[in-house]
Structures are given as structure tokens and as C-alpha cells.
């Protein structure tokens, strides 16, 4: 069984940063396509950042892009959103999730509990 536990989120002001992690147990996690998605209040859940399994390639929704990094360690078995720059809209429920398609903007098969971000302005 593939369990995804978040951790890092809190209360921040804006052009405050957070550093999200996501620890993955069970699977296959260094074969695993893995994304963060985020939830915001009154909306649609929405895609964030993906990486490949080897890190050679990212993905970014463009309102995130040249403020949040994601990256991974396959020895810990652990995916990172390093978040710079925060915006008052950035104030969501983040979700880890694990593709094992490997492409990470493709379907996603096994998904954390989130961590709430609240960003204040």
C-alpha cells in the first residue's frame, strides 16, 4: 500500500517562503512521476508542479513559475516544494501525489491527505 504524508505548511506572510515535503512509503517511489496540486478555497483543485522520477524534467503552472521549486530525493523517498515569494492566493490545501504512468502531467494514482498553506497579506 502506497501512503503519501505531508508535512511543512503553516501560517506565512506574503513574500514569505514554506518548504513542503512529502514522504512516500510502499510502491515504487523512485519509478513514480511525482506532482503537488493544490486546493484553494472556493475552487478547483488544481496542478502546481511535477517532476519526472530521474528530476530531469519539471513542470510548472504558470502562476507559481520562478517562485516555487520542486524537487526530489529518491534515496528518502521524499518530494520537496520549496515556495518563495508567497502570494495571499497562494492560501490553499497542498497535495503530494505519486503517477506511476511517470509522466507528470499525466493521471495520478495514490494521493496525500494535504497540509494547509495560509499565506496573510
Known amino acids: 500500500q502506497v501512503q503519501l504524508v505531508e508535512s511543512g505548511g503553516g501560517l506565512v506572510q506574503a513574500g514569505g517562503s514554506l518548504k513542503l515535503s512529502c514522504a512516500v512509503s510502499g510502491g515504487s517511489f523512485s519509478t513514480y512521476a511525482m506532482g503537488w496540486f493544490r486546493h484553494p478555497p472556493g475552487q478547483e483543485r488544481e496542478f502546481v508542479a511535477g517532476i519526472t522520477w530521474s528530476s530531469g524534467t519539471t513542470y510548472y503552472e504558470d502562476s507559481v513559475k520562478g517562485r516555487f521549486t520542486i524537487s526530489r530525493d529518491n534515496a528518502k523517498n521524499t518530494v520537496y516544494l520549496q515556495m518563495n515569494s508567497l502570494k495571499p492566493e497562494d492560501t490553499a490545501v497542498y497535495y503530494c501525489?505519486?503517477?506511476?504512468?511517470?509522466?507528470?502531467?499525466?493521471?495520478?494514482?495514490?494521493w496525500g491527505q494535504g497540509t494547509q498553506v495560509t499565506v496573510s497579506s
Open positions: 501525489a505519486a503517477s506511476a504512468s511517470g509522466y507528470p502531467r499525466g493521471f495520478y494514482d495514490y
